[in-house]
């Protein structure tokens, strides 16, 4: 089980801020991605601008494999504009 972190954008189109789910120990970064996205459809249109950070370390969506902890962070940061 890991906890997913979302900030910005995610968490309006999460609904939340943050949860704790239940995925592989070894997945790739894209897979990680893909199942949340099943528990929340909405994520789907900010997929191409949406960065990971693993235990407060980027990770880009893609099939590099990752290795997950019980109580590991998963944010999802999506772009943020400013000005």
Request: net charge negative; proline share 6%.
């Amino acid at each position: 089980q890991v906890v997913v972190l979302y900030f910005a954008r995610s968490a309006e189109l999460a609904g939340l801020r943050s949860e704790t789910i239940s995925v592989p120990r070894q997945i790739t970064s894209l897979q990680l991605w893909e199942e949340i996205v099943k528990i929340h459809p909405r994520l789907a249109v900010i997929r191409d601008q949406v960065v990971f950070a693993v235990q407060q370390e980027y990770v880009l969506l893609g099939d590099q494999l990752l290795v997950l902890h019980p109580g590991d962070e998963v944010a999802i940061i999506p772009p943020i504009s400013g000005g």
